[in-house]
């Protein structure tokens, strides 16, 4: 018997599809997602999955063995596709034989969906528009995390309640689709449940966990955060593109502007050509995150969080924020 019948009932697709209690994935978060927070969410019934990140398949390798010694329960590995060693990290999952595997940061490159297959993991990829959605599972994908641009960390420009309302009603009658971006509380995963979602995914909610390794500083600058202060970074000039990016207001999105301008001006006076402009405003935030979180540096590093930071208040173990969320949501679908 379950404490949380309406909201297990409506997670049942999403849950025996990830293999755990609650449908609930704890996204990968690059230096936060690793071992500690990884089981944790595991271990409380949710989907934990490590943030692979820049990591070499030896620094992954030891990653997945030292999750699997903290938990017994399934958890995935989120792959960024454009990493050069792509195909030895997938062979690491491999040799793992871990369950779910997670690729992000852009389209799967050919043979990539195929090769994670090929050693019976599922895929589980992102897509930012409904043609490329329908795309990636004609191509073998077996979920999709739809994400909105309230989210923390890398973001696209469409909201998660337009994403939803354009995505499920296509997708979620055939398809596994869980739903990211923006989620605080049990309601509004209550929402996205009834909306045909078949789990949800949050980030910036546990991030902050007890079990999280997150430097003090970086967990004080959350708790202090409202919304608003959730940023997106600013691109100043057309010809020096820049990755929008969802992070706490800091002395660094300040200069990054500043920076910017600067590097515009001397295109301008020709001082510098195209390429060595772009690199210099790719390069201003290289190593920011990693700042942000293991150093504490959440002035000039890169404090990503997703506008439901506001409702991050204090520091909890993972269980209970689990046990909060999964209470709202039961209580939301029962008052409905
Ligand atoms: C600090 C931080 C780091 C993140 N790093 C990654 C990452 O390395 N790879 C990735 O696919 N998503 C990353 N994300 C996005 C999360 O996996 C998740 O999808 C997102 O946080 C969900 O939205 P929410 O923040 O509104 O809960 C990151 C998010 C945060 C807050």
């Given amino acids: 018997m379950t404490a949380y019948p309406k909201t297990h009932a409506l997670m049942a697709r999403g849950a025996a599809f990830l293999g755990t209690e609650h449908a609930v994935l ?3 978060m690059s230096w936060v997602s690793e071992r500690h927070l990884v089981a944790a969410i595991s271990n409380a019934g949710g989907f934990g999955v490590i943030a692979c990140g ?3 398949p030896e620094l992954l390798d030891t990653e997945i063995a030292a999750t699997k010694a903290l938990t017994g329960k399934p958890f995935g590995v989120n792959l960024i596709t454009m990493h050069p060693g792509l195909f030895d990290l997938i062979e690491v999952c491999s040799r793992h034989r871990v369950g779910h595997v997670v690729l992000a940061g852009g389209i799967p490159p050919k043979g990539s969906v195929e090769a ?3 050693f019976g993991a599922k895929v589980i990829v992102f897509a930012p528009t409904l043609a490329l959605a329908k795309k990636l599972f004609r191509q073998g994908a077996d979920a999709l995390v739809i994400e909105g641009s309230e989210a923390g960390g ?5 909201s998660t309640s337009v994403l939803a309302q354009e995505f499920l009603p296509e997708l979620a009658a055939d398809h596994v689709v869980f739903v990211a971006g923006g989620i605080g509380r049990g309601m509004g995963i ?3 449940l009834e909306m045909g979602a078949s789990g949800v995914q949050l980030g910036t909610r546990f991030a902050c966990a007890s079990e999280s390794i997150a430097h003090p500083a970086f967990k004080a600058a959350f708790f202090r955060a409202n919304a608003r202060d959730a940023i997106t970074s600013v691109q100043v000039d057309p010809r020096l593109p820049v990755i929008p990016v969802r992070a706490l207001r ?3 999105s300040e200069e990054f502007t ?3 301008i600067e590097v515009a001006k001397l295109l301008d006076e020709g001082a510098v050509d195209m390429g060595a402009a772009q690199l210099q405003i790719e390069h201003f935030w290289a190593g920011a995150l990693r700042r ?4 504490g540096d959440v002035e000039r590093g890169s404090v990503m969080a997703g506008q439901s930071v506001g409702m991050v208040s204090k520091e909890e173990p993972v269980q209970a924020i689990m046990d909060e969320l999964m209470t709202e949501c039961e209580a939301a679908l029962t008052r409905a």
């Fill in 116 to 118: 994670i297959k090929a």
């Fill in 190 to 192: 209550a929402a996205y």
């Fill in 258 to 260: 500043a920076k910017q």
């Fill in 154 to 158: 890398h973001i696209g420009p469409v």
């Fill in 292 to 295: 942000a979180v293991i150093d």
């Fill in 26 to 28: 704890c996204g990968a």
């Fill in 54 to 56: 820049a990591m070499t």
């Fill in 250 to 252: 800091n002395k660094g």
